[in-house]
């Protein structure tokens, strides 16, 4: 906005402005010019009269010629004072009666010859000229020194330069601050536009909005709305999606996980020793069919677990992109609180894979959505106990810390393993929905980082991920405001 639309304005309010003081230039001159050459027709007027002036020649051939001014010569003279001089030359360039420095070259015909001379600091305008006189044959010259034309280079600078270039950077100053009081409400308005998160689709005010703008205001709230609509319809398909998933897939998984149950629990053993003790070779066909039996339940039970997850991060995933998240109030939440009953929740996965799961607490309280944060929470400890190998450890961790760039203390929330961590070049990618390491072989659905980014970004932070304490494994910091 500053470098664009103010600019412009004040380029087309400056340049009439500049213009205008070019052409009080250009006219300023030309009645120099005009007032000059009225004074050069005013000496051509006194040349006749300098020459009658002379009324007769010296009582000697060496003296001087007799002089008489006309009284129109002499007053022209006592007006100028010291800016008007007068010469008589004899045809050899001799002063003879006047200003001695009035004695340049002689003119080479009898026209008068204008030219410019300066002396003690000011310029003249002299006329010279041959003329016949009662003494004879000589040169007369006659100069003015308040000549308009040769004094408009300093009036120009004084009267018109400086006063112009005076008021240019008045103007300047004044149409700049008119400019950006004027501009106020739109750039107020596009730097509330800037600030807004790309999932705040509710509408402009248009009151807020100046008139010239409102239209464009109004265009762009129609496309919000579409827009909003459109990620409404979205999230609500994807929840409802989730939503009736949950309850078919939940009886799914819990079918398939007694069948599993039943085949690793003795089942199969049982088949097994049967096959066994009958040393029949029909047994050894028994066995081979009970072990195949054995793997299809196990892949079935794996692969309901993998929908089971996928379902219910879809329905979380919705939950944090729903607008309605920006609408409910934010909380006080106690961070070891909230980290104390996750930790209940994932004791029994961790005894699981024997994976030593530890808490370090310390008082750290934030405002935000304990919902979000609970979710964000469960994604993480998922997957560090997931990609964690049996007999690691996983330390959940809360806290204040100073951070002396911001000089500002703020609240963290970490999740730290010791597994195989995240490769410096894919950490930019992880946070992408979907998105999955190559060469994993944990199975996952790439969403879980994915749905914690959201989360973060929702308390105006982002996660952090780095490499854990050991120079291996993962730590992911979540920084928030206290």
Request: net charge negative; with cysteine.
């Amino acid at each position: 906005m500053k470098s664009g639309l103010q600019r412009r304005l004040l380029v087309l309010l400056l340049l009439p402005l500049l213009f205008l003081a070019a052409l009080n230039t250009w006219f300023d001159y030309r009645l120099a010019d005009s007032a000059a050459l009225e004074k050069d027709k005013q000496l051509l007027a006194l040349v006749p009269l300098l020459a009658d002036s002379i009324v007769g020649a010296g009582p000697r051939a060496d003296a001087p010629p007799q002089m008489l001014m006309a009284p129109p010569l002499e007053e022209f003279l006592d007006g100028r004072g010291a800016n008007a001089a007068w010469a008589i030359l004899d045809l050899d360039g001799q002063v003879l009666l006047g200003d001695r420095w009035l004695d340049a070259p002689l003119p080479t015909t009898r026209e008068p010859e204008f030219y410019s001379d300066e002396y003690g600091g000011v310029l003249y305008r002299v006329i010279s000229q041959r003329v016949f006189t009662s003494a004879g044959e000589m040169v007369v010259r006659l100069s003015d020194g308040s000549d308009t034309r040769q004094q408009w280079l300093l009036q120009l600078v004084l009267k018109v330069v400086l006063p112009n270039v005076t008021l240019a950077i008045f103007g300047y100053l004044a149409f700049s601050w008119a400019i950006r009081v004027a501009l106020g409400p739109l750039i107020q308005l596009k730097d509330a536009v800037e600030r807004r998160s790309p999932k705040d689709l509710s509408p402009i005010d248009l009151e807020a909005s100046p008139d010239e703008v409102r239209p464009l205001v109004e265009a762009i709230n129609r496309v919000f709305g579409l827009l909003d609509a459109q990620a409404q319809g979205q999230a609500r398909f994807i929840a409802d999606a989730a939503h009736q998933l949950r309850t078919p897939l939940a009886g799914l998984q819990a079918q398939v996980e007694a069948w599993a149950q039943t085949v690793n629990g003795g089942g199969q053993a049982d088949w097994r020793d049967r096959a066994v003790g009958m040393h029949d070779p029909s047994t050894q066909g028994a066995l081979t069919h009970v072990t195949l039996r054995a793997e299809q339940v196990l892949k079935l039970r794996d692969a309901a677990r993998r929908t089971s997850q996928l379902a219910n991060q879809l329905l979380a995933l919705s939950r944090v992109d729903a607008r309605s998240a920006y609408m409910q109030p934010m909380q006080r939440v106690d961070l070891p609180q909230l980290c104390e009953a996750l930790l209940e929740h994932y004791l029994d996965i961790a005894a699981r894979k024997n994976i030593d799961l530890g808490l370090e607490l310390h008082p750290a309280h934030v405002s935000g959505y304990e919902w979000l944060l609970r979710e964000l929470l469960s994604n993480l400890l998922d997957n560090a106990l997931k990609y964690t190998p049996a007999s690691g450890r996983v330390t959940l961790r809360c806290g204040t810390s100073y951070l002396a760039e911001s000089a500002q203390t703020h609240a963290f929330l970490e999740v730290e393993d010791d597994g195989p961590g995240i490769p410096m070049g894919e950490r930019a990618f992880v946070l992408e929905r979907f998105y999955r390491i190559q060469g994993v072989e944990e199975e996952g659905n790439g969403l879980g980082l994915a749905i914690a980014q959201e989360v973060a970004l929702l308390h105006h932070s982002h996660l952090q991920l780095k490499t854990g304490g050991q120079g291996q494994g993962l730590l992911v910091r979540l920084e928030l405001a206290t």
